[in-house]
């Protein structure tokens, strides 16, 4: 069963950058949308930016547009979200997910309901 594993949050302070990673383990990570939530305490979960496997394209949340980029590499099976300019309200606990069912694959899914595989979270905290 295909496990995904977050990894890279910590405590940082404003203005300061972070990169998260995540590696799934039993399957190929490019063979399925991938995206980044995050959820805040008292909070829904929200996405924060996702890619699309065939063309590259990305969408990102308004509050992290032109700070925070998805990328992918393929080669190292990662997926990555780098993260600049940590602002206090970007603190949460951060979702790597994946929607290995999901169909047709060449679109772009946004939405919590549509992705199936969530790895453990990792905590962001960003100090004012």
């Known amino acids: 069963q295909v496990q995904l594993v977050e990894s890279g949050g910590g405590l940082v302070q404003a203005g300061a950058s972070l990169t998260l990673s995540c590696i799934p383990s039993?399957?190929?990570?490019?063979?399925?949308?991938v995206g980044w939530f995050r959820q805040a305490p008292g909070k829904e979960r929200e996405l924060v930016a996702c890619?699309?496997?065939?063309?590259?394209?990305?969408v990102y949340a308004d509050s992290v547009k032109g700070r925070f980029t998805i990328s992918r590499d393929d080669a190292k099976n990662s997926l990555y979200l780098h993260m600049n300019g940590l602002k206090f309200e970007d603190t949460a606990v951060y979702y790597c997910?994946?929607?290995?069912?999901?169909?047709?694959?060449?679109?772009?899914?946004?939405?919590?309901?549509?992705?199936?595989?969530w790895g453990q979270g990792t905590q962001v905290t960003v100090s004012s």
């Open positions: 997910a994946a929607a290995p069912h999901i169909e047709p694959r060449r679109h772009m899914y946004t939405r919590e309901s549509e992705y199936d595989l």
């Open positions: 039993g399957d190929t990570l490019s063979s399925f949308p």
């Open positions: 890619i699309n496997l065939f063309n590259g394209d990305t």
